[in-house]
């Protein structure tokens, strides 16, 4: 495959507003679009695919111009060669798991039994090969549609949300998969996302979607930095810590964190949302949980909720009610002790 | 009592039960009227006759190939009437299933002025084929069509509604041309719909009269099916009238009990 690059600068109007964007997607990176619901995220996806025309601009794949209204060009999703992995599977529901890996090859007159096999093996399908989509489980459901995706070879790679319909479990396993054969396909992919820990967790670049447009684009660390948008300054929220793994720790500059998978060694991004932060007066008890004493070094207001920035040993965000700080009497300079559950980190090899 | 049975009694509400056997009984009345009238010691010998033979073989030819005919042309129109927005849509469909509503006598008087010798398009038919569709056994089958197909576009247009379009992107995103996709995709998934809207208007068909006896005339052997082999015996012959009945009764009971019960799932 040819190191494929996806030029796209674009604008379809929808019922409520236009969606506009610019997007430049390099071999080998992945690419998030992370924007709330209703920002025009599968507008996009549907154009990129060719399950929509454009209205202006233009889309090209791989140097081939695919569409362009200005001068009539319009190739259809079927000539495309654009993977797309939706939000929930969309799996033929008349086909076996087999049958489904098999559709896009045998569309084209190629079923090729073997190439089948290798993907439902690759992806460790082979126990439910010859079963319905609705018997099995959701995480099995997204395996099962991005192998039917990835068999085409495709030249770009759409990721719709192909996390959100799954359970916290299903959720970390399947990340984990996707981020294997993320690295692994060669072409540009498209993280679509409402979720700014999956888009932080998996993609090397962020472009933020907000009513259509493209508000900040960025590497994870850039938005959180110099946040540009109210909804940009929520993901900044996020805590994003680097460190290294090992037997269900993680450590970050001397601090050990407990973390819910022992499996995962070696460098890792976590991530840690600002709620799942506990803030106490007093030494907590009871479940196994990070715990350790710090400092508040920043307390700010946002509407009824207050953002506290914590100081050493491990710099973080944490978010209470209004009422919560009120209790708490939470000041700048105070000392608290905070508690993490282990389940609260999210963890992805880097 | 068996435990399904006892289910249907304890889950039934009263209020909803007793109007359900009152219809059931409506429906059922006439049915045991005319089991109880039917003539059982001479039933073969009333059956076996040319007569009756005959207008089996004709009805039982007709309503297949007009249920042939409405998948063959229903089917895509139905697909057209669900899926494209164009204008005029709403006048289409009222029009494709006015020959539901419309009395079947009018419509086989309308397919007359239409197709006959000088109707419309009869005429050119003529003189470019030499056809002639009134009176003849292909007339019976215009009719079975014009008045059953509309069972046919509207099970199937209604789930065709129903049914996710996303599936059909996704299998165009695979590479999937659109002959493909309609056919690995589109129509399985409205199968169950297609076969029960099929069984509905065979069974219709198969039931046909007003129509066919005004387009196609009441020719013993040509264009006489079942249902006029029983207008006209009421007229002559009261037992043969009561036992072509039954064995219409029979057909088409067998045809929706074992096809429609077993492939139309309410979704």
């Known amino acids: 495959m040819t190191d494929s690059v996806v030029l796209a600068d674009f604008a379809v109007a929808r019922d409520d507003f236009v969606v506009e964007v610019a997007l430049d997607l390099p071999a080998g990176q992945t690419t998030a679009i992370l924007g709330p619901n209703g920002a025009g995220k599968s507008t996009v996806v549907a154009a990129l695919s060719g399950l929509i025309p454009i209205d202006r601009g233009r889309i090209s794949i791989s140097g081939n111009i695919v569409d362009d209204p200005a001068h009539g060009r319009f190739v259809p999703a079927e000539a495309r060669k654009v993977g797309v992995v939706f939000q929930d599977g969309l799996l033929f529901p008349h086909m076996s798991v087999e049958k489904n890996i098999a559709f896009g090859p045998a569309s084209k007159g190629d079923p090729d039994d073997s190439e089948v096999s290798r993907w439902i093996d690759l992806l460790g399908l082979t126990a439910v090969a010859h079963r319905r989509p609705g018997e099995i489980s959701g995480g099995e459901a997204q395996r099962v549609a991005l192998a039917r995706a990835l068999i085409n070879e495709p030249d770009l790679l759409l990721l719709d949300e192909p996390l959100s319909a799954l359970d916290v479990t299903a959720k970390v396993e399947t990340r984990r998969l996707l981020r294997r054969h993320l690295d692994a396909f060669r072409g540009p992919r498209v993280l679509i996302t409402h979720d700014p820990q999956e888009a932080f967790l998996l993609a090397d670049r962020i472009h933020v979607l907000e009513a259509g447009r493209i508000t900040q684009s960025g590497t994870a660390g850039e938005i959180q930095m110099r946040p540009r948008t109210s909804y940009a300054a929520d993901l900044a929220g996020i805590n994003l810590l680097a460190g290294t793994a090992a037997g269900g720790r993680a450590s970050i500059n001397e601090v050990a964190l407990r973390i819910a998978d022992s499996e995962v060694e070696g460098e890792v991004l976590m991530t840690v949302r600002p709620q799942a932060i506990a803030l106490h007066l007093d030494r907590p008890g009871g479940s196994p949980r990070n715990v350790w004493e710090t400092t508040i070094v920043e307390l700010e207001e946002s509407g009824e909720r207050f953002r506290v920035g914590l100081g050493k040993p491990l710099p973080l965000t944490a978010e209470v009610t209004s009422q919560a700080r009120r209790n708490l009497g939470l000041a700048v300079g105070d000392h608290v002790w905070v508690s993490i559950k282990a389940t609260e980190i999210s963890v992805e090899p880097r | ?267």
């Open chain 2, 1 to 267: 009592m068996t435990t399904r049975s006892r289910r249907l009694v304890a889950r039934t509400p009263v209020f909803l039960a007793i109007p359900a056997a009152v219809g059931v009984v409506f429906v059922a009345l006439p049915l045991l009227g005319l089991l109880a009238k039917v003539p059982w010691s001479d039933l073969g010998a009333l059956l076996g006759s040319d007569l009756a033979l005959e207008a089996l073989r004709l009805s039982a030819i007709a309503s297949t190939a007009a249920a042939g005919i409405s998948v063959l042309v229903g089917v895509p129109l139905a697909w057209i009437l669900a899926r494209v927005e164009f204008r005029g849509r709403a006048l289409v469909r009222g029009m494709v299933l006015l020959p539901l509503v419309l009395p079947p006598v009018v419509g086989g008087a309308s397919l007359l002025f239409a197709l006959g010798r000088s109707g419309l398009l009869g005429e050119p038919l003529y003189e470019a084929t030499g056809l002639v569709l009134p009176f003849s056994t292909p007339g019976v089958v215009v009719a079975a069509t014009f008045v059953a197909m509309p069972f046919l576009i509207l099970t199937v247009e209604g789930a065709l509604m129903r049914s996710d379009t996303r599936f059909e992107g996704v299998a165009a995103s695979l590479g999937a041309g659109k002959w493909t996709v309609f056919r690995r995709v589109t129509l399985p998934m409205i199968w169950p719909s297609l076969v029960s809207g099929l069984v509905l208007t065979w069974a219709r068909a198969f039931g046909e009269f007003g129509a066919t006896v005004t387009f196609a005339g009441n020719l013993p052997g040509e264009t006489q099916t079942l249902p006029l082999a029983v207008f006209v015996a009421m007229e002559t012959n009261r037992d043969a009238a009561l036992a072509l009945s039954i064995l219409m009764m029979v057909v088409s009971l067998t045809v929706l009990v074992a096809l429609r019960g077993r492939w139309w799932r309410p979704s």
